[in-house]
């Protein structure tokens, strides 16, 4: 079975500290996709980023950053230099080979920036 | 602009009253599903689509419907709605196997009184 964690479920910050989201992923698939989403307060998931199993490059987009690790099952998220739109919830994400496309998420990690 | 469209986005109603939610796609995609997100618990899939008459249960089905008799539509159907089935429901559209994100309707935000 599929499973992603993320153990924390709230962070609050202070402006423009850097912060790490952590997501931990089990999966039996070879071949898999990572993704995380933005859910800001508005309600609507906002697409960040996908991964794909057998590139494990990390990225960086702006301020945002992810690293992925497969010999320890994790995707995490940095945010650097935070800000109060930054503020939302994340959720990060697997899909398999199987399952017939079926995206499943963590709990989600509430993020908070304050000014 | 690739569109997913659900309705309504907001709904109060009463246990036991019927109600549907639709969610259309203007992609032409095959792959159309649905998901409750609830505090805690992240989303969940209820039912997804391969394509048009071909539909099955995901994680969390019961107590909901589905159906498609259309490619660019895919509604849910709760028969008799409990107070259990109060959360935020998300349709989602997909492009096909492999790392393409999928499109995510707006939501659609039920309390079941």
């Known amino acids: 079975a599929q499973k992603v964690t993320q153990a924390q479920t709230e962070i609050s910050v202070v402006e423009k500290e850097d912060v790490t989201l952590d997501c931990v992923y089990e999966t039996r698939d070879t071949t898999y996709y990572l993704f995380w989403y933005k859910q800001p307060p508005s309600g609507e998931l906002v697409f960040l980023i996908r991964?794909?199993?057998?590139?494990?490059q990390n990225e960086i987009s702006g301020r945002y950053s992810w690293n992925f690790q497969k010999s320890t099952s994790s995707f995490n998220f940095t945010i650097t230099a935070s800000q109060v739109v930054d503020s939302a919830v994340y959720f990060c994400?697997?899909?398999?080979?199987?399952?017939?496309?079926?995206?499943?998420f963590g709990q989600g990690t509430r993020l908070t920036i304050n000014p | 602009e690739a569109q997913v469209t659900q309705n309504p986005r907001y709904l109060i109603t009463v246990t036991g009253k019927k109600l549907t939610v639709t969610c259309s796609q203007n992609?032409?995609?095959?792959?159309m599903s649905w998901y409750r997100q609830d505090p805690g618990l992240g989303l969940r899939q209820i039912y997804y689509?391969?394509?048009?008459?071909?539909?099955d249960k995901g994680d969390v089905p019961e107590g909901y419907k589905v159906s498609r008799k259309e490619k660019r539509n895919f509604p849910l159907i709760l028969e008799s709605p409990s107070p259990n089935q109060t959360s935020l429901y998300f349709c989602v559209v997909g492009e096909g196997l492999g790392n393409q994100p999928q499109h995510f309707g707006d939501g659609t935000r039920l309390s079941i009184l």
């Open positions: 991964r794909n199993s057998f590139d494990e």
């Open positions: 689509s391969m394509n048009v008459e071909v539909t």
């Open positions: 992609m032409n995609h095959e792959y």
């Open positions: 994400a697997l899909r398999g080979i199987q399952g017939a496309q079926k995206l499943v």
